[in-house]
């Protein structure tokens, strides 16, 4: 049984080779076109969520910097909130302040755990 299964698939090469290289085409395709539709949905979602339409300008730190020149740098503070202010064309300013967060007791301990970064805003 074996060898007439053999002889015949060296017989037909090509009736079995075909639809193997269909099926792996058709798996690479479907698995392709489900990860640039994941990829795509992700860079949106991104997007979206750091996306501020009414910002024009937003003045960052300077992240490139190193632990020496980080002390030297500009702070991001009241006072360059309010020289932002003063510049012409500047119909709005507002400092928001992002990071993470936690509640400390008095004695010093944690107050509940450790969770994702949140993010405070006050207004300016």
Do not use: C, W
């Not at 017989?11 to 798996?27: E, S, Y």
């Not at 795509?40 to 190193?66: I, M, N």
């Not at 702070?75 to 302040?97: Q, S």
């Amino acid at each position: 049984m074996f060898h007439s299964a053999l002889r015949d698939l060296h017989a037909h090469k090509r009736r079995f080779q075909l639809p193997a290289v269909a099926v792996v085409l058709g798996v690479a395709f479907t698995s392709g076109s489900l990860l640039y539709t994941q990829s795509v949905r992700t860079a949106l979602e991104q997007a979206q969520a750091t996306a501020q339409p009414d910002v024009s300008v937003a003045v960052r730190p300077d992240t490139s910097a190193d632990d020496a020149a980080r002390g030297a740098r500009a702070r991001l503070d009241d006072r360059l909130l309010n020289r932002l202010r003063t510049l012409p064309g500047a119909a709005a300013v507002r400092g928001t302040a992002e990071g993470t967060a936690f509640v400390v007791g008095p004695g010093g301990e944690l107050i509940g755990p450790r969770g994702a970064p949140g993010s405070a805003s006050a207004a300016g």
